[in-house]
């Protein structure tokens, strides 16, 4: 049972990254999987999650500028991340479990992958 987070970067501000978390071992559309991130010094936070059902769910600085999406038949989701800032700069990391009871609070995830990290130029 594995998820394997890939495609962070180097980007100038106001630019665009996809991360993809795939899934392997396990079904994901059985889960909830959200996206957090932990930048230097701060504690880890939410910044979306998409639940079994497909519903999604944004943190406020995100929103507007951050999709997830799935692909079912990878196995994967994905984090479109558009209008890039600075403080964006963090190591991403994707997390599944079945029912989180707080969806973007990373103490409620049983799973985790590896982080990518993602650093935005100004």
């Known amino acids: 049972v594995q998820l394997q987070a890939s495609g962070g970067g180097l980007v100038q501000a106001g630019g665009s990254l996809r991360l993809s978390c795939a899934a392997s071992g396990f079904t994901f559309d059985d889960y909830d999987i959200g996206w957090f991130r932990q930048a230097p010094g701060k504690e880890r936070e939410g910044v979306s999650c998409?639940?079994?059902?497909?519903?999604?769910y944004y943190a406020d600085s995100v929103k507007g500028r951050f999709t997830i999406s799935s692909d079912n038949a990878k196995n994967t989701v994905y984090l479109q991340m558009n209008g890039l800032k600075p403080e964006d700069t963090a190591i991403y990391y994707c997390?599944?479990?079945?029912?989180?009871?707080?969806?973007?609070?990373?103490?409620?995830?049983?799973?985790w992958g590896q982080g990518t990290q993602v650093t935005v130029s100004s």
């Open positions: 997390a599944a479990d079945r029912y989180p009871p707080l969806l973007l609070r990373p103490y409620d995830y049983d799973l």
């Open positions: 998409m639940t079994s059902d497909g519903s999604t």
